[in-house]
């Protein structure tokens, strides 16, 4: 009997030893995902002079951030600000993400392309938020480690490693459309992949230097309407024509 005793209570002490640190971590990475939330929030609600997209603010309270940057950069990943992802390419701010993310209230029924998929981040918010959701990237050994990314949090995306640039035909038109790198011009066949009525998000300008976010709407099925947002910073999308 005291031998039972004994004996769970040095099981018990073992399981707390064993899951004291990796509880706390979790549980520090959800308040600290949390006081990002409000943060971004808050600027979001100032630069838009209104409140966010209530999708938008549900969406990054479920998406575990430190899941999609590379390990020494955990401790950072509920920072509002970019993080290196390798192969000179980045995981982009959090307010930045979720402005893009904002402008084309991204919901159920919406079928959306990403061009850029990176660490998977912004392709997973889409997906949090009920879209579905397509998404290309151009360096293989992200658009592999991504995969393997989305199958293990269990976010039902569709990727393919390729030029962006072209868009993905066999799944065209798109409701919106989504570049998170800095292209020279607005890519032509990401215009035709767009539906009637559909938006699309891209920043535009020189590369490495200050480019500008632009919202482009489809109004017709030879027209757009566009508008510059604020200045960016985003790494260039490469491939295309050039
Ligand atoms: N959306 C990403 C941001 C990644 S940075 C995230 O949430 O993490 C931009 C990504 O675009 C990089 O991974 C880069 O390799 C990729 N890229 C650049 N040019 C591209 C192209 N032509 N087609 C597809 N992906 C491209």
Known sequence: MAHAA????????????????????????????????????????TWKDGPPEPVVLKALRTVPRHEFVP?????????????????????????????MTDLIKPGPGQKILEIGTGSGYQAAILSAAGAEVFSIEIVPELGEAVEDRFERLGYAIETRIGDGYYGWEAHAPFDAIIVTAAAGHVPPPLVDQLKVGGRMVIPVGPPFLTQQLMVIDKTEADRIRSRQLLPVRFVPLTGGPD
């Open 6 to 45: 004994l004996h769970g209570l040095y099981w018990l002490m073992t399981s707390l030893l064993l899951l004291g640190p990796a509880q706390a971590d979790g549980d520090s990475m959800g308040e600290q995902r949390e006081a990002l939330v409000e943060v971004v929030a808050q600027q979001l609600k």
């Open 71 to 99: 390990r020494a950069q955990r401790r950072f990943a509920y920072q509002n600000r970019p993080l290196p992802i390798g192969y000179g390419q980045t995981i982009s701010q959090p307010f930045i993400v979720a402005l």
